[in-house]
Every structure is written in structure tokens, then in C-alpha cells.
């Protein structure tokens, strides 16, 4: 292994693991984060924010010790709940396999265990309030400003990594070079989040083991478990015109509308209104960008990949991508230029797929998973998945579920479905024809 300076921009899921992983193999690593330090601020308890961790995710805080800690602070999901427009529920496994679980985790809490876990090792330095305003990919150099003293610092590396989330600072200076492409895509809805609190003495007052979901075809809300019995409800809704947040202007207003649309939901938020009111919806945007690697400068999670999170694998694929550039460069000891063209090789194709599942499966929560034939497929498809554990492999669960690249798993799901297709046909028509053949021969 041969040792290198890192700098790394930005601190929050992916930037504080990517310090983390860097310290545990040995490189020295200096960490910039524009915000202040997420561990010194208040904890409101029950105003968590969570997020789903699958494999993907869990795989990368395994290689850093930290796995069992992220499961002992989170719910285990085993599917979804559906909440339909009579409050009638149906419950949907993620997965035939019984042992398949994603986990609700709440994001301040595992950006702090990340930050803490960084900060405990020698190689690593944090530096707060330090806002990025560009990169130099030649010189190897971030410039950042001190926001609370004005001053600005360059600092420098053998390896800059942009961690710095959607709107990337080091991403933006990459882009005024040559042959940089980018392209940002805003949905049409926004969202906005709802505190469920728990019920007397920390009980849960709807399933606890689900993330819950609320279909309403163009419009809906969800919400995944906190281990404090309270929920994060998150209505993803237009952000103008017919069903949008832009229409609910008072708290009766905003109460009578959930009562039509989501008749359960007044009950589990006594302050409904009030919190809707006071809350802005905010918006969600694709970014798609290459090259990922620029000289010195690589970018890893949001800033290279910022996806819509309704496959819940936005810092699943974040994280899994400080896993494989750690592994490039260990793979590759004193050949930097090495390890970052295999970085990029193994993951820029992989983190434009992810935006295109994210996108469908905003699509299939928001409108198909609340169809009867949707459950009769999701329902054949775990059967398959029972019974023909070696070949069958349902698309949610190779990526949930699996390390299995992204582009990889399309590609197995498209055979999958094409060899299913031709075999319904074949077994049809064997059908047709044994029944023409009884009938001919009677
Ligand atoms: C509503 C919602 C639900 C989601 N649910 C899931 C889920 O269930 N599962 C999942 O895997 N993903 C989910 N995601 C996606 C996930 O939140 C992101 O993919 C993840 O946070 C990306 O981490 P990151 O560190 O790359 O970027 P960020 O979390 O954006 O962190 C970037 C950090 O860089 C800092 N920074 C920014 N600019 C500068 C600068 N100029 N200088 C210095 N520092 C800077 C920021 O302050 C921040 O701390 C969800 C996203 C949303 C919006």
C-alpha cells in the first residue's frame, strides 16, 4: 500500500465514510464541511429524518467495523404497507427470501457515528465551516473559506474527492474544463416531511416492521419506522397544480384534504396542519455527469449521482462507491491514475443506471403497487423466487439485496423477463393445443 494526502469536500453519509474507509487503509485525510459540526447540534429526539440502508450500504460500513452498529439503531423493513383511500391495508413482501430486510436508520444519527468513528483515527483531520468555492484538477488544489472568519485556505493533495452532494462545488469547477458532460433533471414533485409521534410508552401505532405507503396515482405519502415508535412521513406530492402542495393554504384546509386522501393519517398527527404549514416542500433533482474523474479529482455519491430516492439507493450507491474506490486503490498500490480509471470504469455506468430504476420506481410506488395485478406479480415473482432460488431473481432484490452491480442486474431482470415471456407463450400454446387435440379426438 502506498500512502496518500486526501482531501475530501464535503462531510456529510458519503464524505465522512469516505474518510473513514481512506484512514482505515492507511492514507492521511483532511475533510472540509461547509456546515457545522452535525455532532454538536441539538438533537431534537422524534424529529428524526431516516432513510432506508440496504446491502449495498451495509456492505461498506461491514469493511469499516461499523455494520452491526447502523442494524442496532435501526427497524428492519421486511415490505411495504399499503394504505389504501378506505384505510384498507395490504401488506407486500420485499422479497421471497424471508431473511431479506431493508433498514430504517435515522441520517443524523449515522452521520455522526461516521464523523466520530473518522475523528478517532490520527490520520484524519476535520475541518468545519469550511465552504468549498473551487478546485484546481492541475494543481491538485481546493480553495475554501472559512465562514466564520472570512479568511480563504487552499488546501492540497494527491487526491481530491468531491463528497460535496448535488449542487457540488468541485463538480461545477470540473465542468468549466473540456469536455465535461452534465445534465440535471428536476421532478415535477416536491416533498415535504411529516413527525408521526409514537403512542403511549414508545409503542408503535402502525406497523412497525414496513415502510408504509399511501398510493395515490399521482401523488403520495410514505413513512418508515424511528426505533423510538414515532415515523417520518414524506408526502411526495406536485409542486404546483391539481393535488400539489401549492393548493393548501390552512390548517383545516390541509386536515380535510388528508381526511379525503388519507383518512389515517389526521389521527397519527394531532398538529397536522400546523406541521404541514410550517414546513417548505422541497424539490428533487436527477444529476447525471462524466467524466468522474478529472486528473486528481474524483466525485463519489451525490455530487457525482444525485438520484430521486424512491429506490431508497442514494447513499446505498454512494456508500458502495467509497467500497470500490477503496478497493481500486488498494488494488492498485502506487499507481493513482490506475485506480481511479478503474474506479470510474465500475461505476459511472452504474450510477446513470440507478437514476433510471429511481425514476421508475416513482412510477410504480406512486400509482402501480396499489393494483391488484401489480400484487398478483409481486406475489409469482417471490413465489419464483422460492422456488427457483438459483436462477430467478426479482429486480428489487438484486439491487436491495445484492452487491450486484446496477447495470448488471437490469441486465439479468430483461433475461429473466424475456425467458418468462417465451415460456408463458410456450406453455399457452401447449395448453391451446391440448385442448384442441382433446377436442378433435373426443
Ligand atoms: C427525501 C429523501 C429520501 C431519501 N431516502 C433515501 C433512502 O431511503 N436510502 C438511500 O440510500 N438514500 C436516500 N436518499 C438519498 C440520500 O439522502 C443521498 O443520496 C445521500 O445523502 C448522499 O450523501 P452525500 O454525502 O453524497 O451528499 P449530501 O448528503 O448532500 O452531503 C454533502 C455534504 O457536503 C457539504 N457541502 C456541500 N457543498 C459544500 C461546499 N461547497 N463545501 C464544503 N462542503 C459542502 C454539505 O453540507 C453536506 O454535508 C434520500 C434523499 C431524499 C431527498
Redesign the pocket.
Known sequence: MSARSVVI????????LAALSLARDGHRVQL????GD?REAEVVRGRS??????TR?LTALERVGLKETALEISVPMRGRQMHDPSSRLSFQRYSGNEDDKIYSIS?GEL?RILLAEADRSDLVTLHFH????ETDSDQSSVT?IDDRSGDQIVASGDLIIG????????RSSLMIGDRFDYQQDYLSHG?L?LYIPPGPEGAFRIEKNALHIWPRNTFMMIA?PNDDGSFTG?CFWPLDGQYSFDQLKDPDQVRRFFQKWFPDVPDLVPDLGEQFLAAQP?S?VTVRCRPWVVGNTVL????AH??V?FY???????FEDVRILCECLEAHPGNQKAALVSYEELRIDNGHAIAGLALDNFHEMQDHVASRWFLWTKKFSNLLQKILPGWYRPLYSMVSFSNTPYTEAIEIHRKQQRVLKYSLIIILAALIGAVFWIVRNR
Do not use: K, W
Open positions: 469536500v464535503g462531510g456529510g453519509l458519503t464524505g465522512a472540509y464541511e461547509r456546515r452535525i429524518i431516516n432513510l432506508a440502508i440496504s450500504g441520517r452521520n469550511h465552504r468549498c468555492i475554501f463528497a460535496d452532494g448535488a449542487f457540488s462545488a468541485v416533498y416531511e418508515l414524506t422541497s428533487l463519489i455519491g451525490d455530487a444525485a438520484v430516492p431508497g439507493q442514494g447513499m446505498n450507491a454512494g
